[in-house]
């Protein structure tokens, strides 16, 4: 539980430090690749000091109760997994395509509907999505520098939007999605 977590949070550039007395092997990688830091002990009361968010995923219900009081009263976001009522924040399911995040939740009601939900959206939302977005946001720069006035921009954004581009570069012909890029702006 405590790895999967990690994984979505490093994916979100964040600084994570674990404190476990025992880890993954996926979790030995990310520390070994400088991506997260394992402090390789029990939780201390004190630990929480300067960290913005907490996830509690211990196999011990008394460690669990100790973290969210101690994140309660530092005034932490926390989450302590599978125990909503120790949660002041819910973890949801996410789509990430590059810079496209889709986030997925169904409040707690059901989280495997997240789960389904998200492996839908994979589907249409392909990994093209990702160098899509990349040109898009190039295209729109220009945009923004070549028309005075948002009427005018956003037509341009549109015609872009409206090029085919997204199939070109679904099936790996990116020049030609540049090209087409040029000539709608
Ligand atoms: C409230 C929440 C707390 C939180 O913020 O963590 C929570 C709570 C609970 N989950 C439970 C079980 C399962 N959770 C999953 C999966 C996911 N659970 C996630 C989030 C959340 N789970 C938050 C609500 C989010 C929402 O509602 O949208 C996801 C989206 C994100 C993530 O965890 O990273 C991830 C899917 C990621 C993906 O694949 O896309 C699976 C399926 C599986 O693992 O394959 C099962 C087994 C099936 C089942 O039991 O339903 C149980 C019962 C435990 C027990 O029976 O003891 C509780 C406790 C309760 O409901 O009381
Ligand atoms: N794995 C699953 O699919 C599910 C897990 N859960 C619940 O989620 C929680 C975690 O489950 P898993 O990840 O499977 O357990 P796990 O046993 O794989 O991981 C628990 C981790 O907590 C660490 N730990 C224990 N005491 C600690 C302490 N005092 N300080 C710091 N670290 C400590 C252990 O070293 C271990 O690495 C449990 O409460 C479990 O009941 C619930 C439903 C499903």
Do not use: H, W
Not at 21 to 35: E, N
Not at 102 to 131: D, F, H, W
Not at 143 to 166: C, N, P, W
């Amino acid at each position: 539980m405590a790895q999967r977590k990690v994984e979505g949070l490093v994916e979100s550039q964040a600084s994570v430090t674990v404190i476990s007395p025992s880890t993954t092997r996926a979790l030995d990688t990310l520390a070994a690749q400088g991506l997260i830091r394992i402090i390789r002990r029990e939780y201390r009361q004190g630990d929480l000091e300067g960290t913005f968010l907490v996830i509690s995923a211990t196999d011990d219900e008394e460690i669990n109760q100790a973290v969210f009081a101690e994140a309660g009263e530092k005034g932490l976001l926390v989450n302590v997994v599978d125990q909503p009522e120790l949660c002041n924040f819910i973890v949801p399911s996410v789509v990430r395509r590059g810079d496209l995040v889709i986030s997925i939740s169904t409040s707690g009601k059901c989280p495997v509907l997240a789960k389904r939900v998200r492996k839908q959206i994979e589907k249409q939302y392909g990994p093209e999505y990702q160098e899509y977005l990349l040109l898009l946001s190039q295209a729109r720069e220009k945009i923004k520098a070549s028309y005075k006035t948002e009427q005018e921009r956003g037509k341009a954004l549109e015609r872009v939007m409206d090029s085919g581009i997204l199939e070109l570069i679904r099936v790996g012909k990116k020049d030609l999605a540049e090209e087409t890029i040029e000539r709608c702006i």
